[in-house]
């Protein structure tokens, strides 16, 4: 069973920095390409980031490209999200997601990341 | 950029109603096309892929159709566990995912 464990939210200064992990188990995690989503408080989702199995594509919304990085360690299974320089408007929950053929398949719990001074 | 307009935002209705649910796209995405339920506190959940493909464990109730701009997401029969809030998401390019339509008690 594929399972995603989102941890590392919580409140962050406008400004500050704030590193999200999502420790994958279930599947062979180097094969597969993830994504970051997320979700205002009653708002939709977004599509934030994404990454390669290898790690050697990414991509991000253009919302957050310049402020934030995507990597991940295939030695220990897990996904980073790295904010830098966060705003009021980042504030949301932050699902890690697997993809598979382009698709996004599972989903974690989420994590709730919440900017303000 | 690929936009994804949803209709309506909001639908009222009762137990064994036929519930259809239209998603746009601003240029065309073949069939790269998903659909997702929600429920509140929760994760999204995959119910349909390539704009018709049932993903595995998800009731026969729930169907998909459409191609190119136009889609749809059809619930034969809405059950209580369906009431929630559903996504089109579109994967041709980079990912998208429209406003989300909630599906309410009438």
């Known amino acids: 069973e594929v399972q995603l464990l989102e941890s590392g939210g919580g409140l962050v200064q406008p400004g500050g920095s704030l590193t999200l992990s999502c420790a994958a188990s279930?599947?062979?995690?180097?094969?597969?390409?993830m994504n970051w989503v997320r979700q205002a408080p009653g708002k939709g989702l977004e599509w934030v980031s994404y990454?390669?199995?290898?790690?050697?594509?990414?991509y991000f919304a253009d919302s957050v490209r310049g402020r934030f990085t995507i990597s991940r360690d295939n030695s220990k299974n897990t996904l980073y999200l790295q904010m830098n320089s966060p705003r009021a408007e980042d504030t949301a929950v932050y699902y890690c997601?697997?993809?598979?053929?382009?698709?996004?398949?599972?989903w974690g719990q989420g994590t709730l990341v919440t900017v303000s001074s | 950029d690929i936009q994804m307009t949803q209709s309506p935002s909001t639908l009222s209705a009762s137990v064994g109603d036929r519930v259809t649910i239209t998603c746009r796209a601003s240029?065309?995405?073949?069939?790269?096309l998903a659909w997702y339920q929600q429920k509140p506190g929760k994760a999204p959940k995959l119910l349909i892929y390539?704009?018709?493909s049932l993903e595995s464990g998800v009731p026969s109730r729930f169907s998909g159709s459409g191609s190119g701009t136009e889609f749809t997401l059809t619930i034969s029969s809405l059950q209580p566990d369906d009431f929630a809030t559903y996504y089109c998401?579109?994967?041709?390019?980079?990912?998208?995912f429209g406003q989300g339509t909630k599906v309410e008690i009438k």
């Open positions: 279930g599947f062979t995690f180097s094969s597969y390409a």
């Open positions: 998401q579109q994967y041709n390019s980079l990912w998208t």
């Open positions: 990454i390669s199995g290898g790690g050697d594509n990414t």
């Open positions: 997601t697997q993809v598979t053929t382009e698709v996004i398949r599972n």
């Open positions: 240029q065309s995405i073949s069939s790269w």
């Open positions: 390539k704009a018709s």
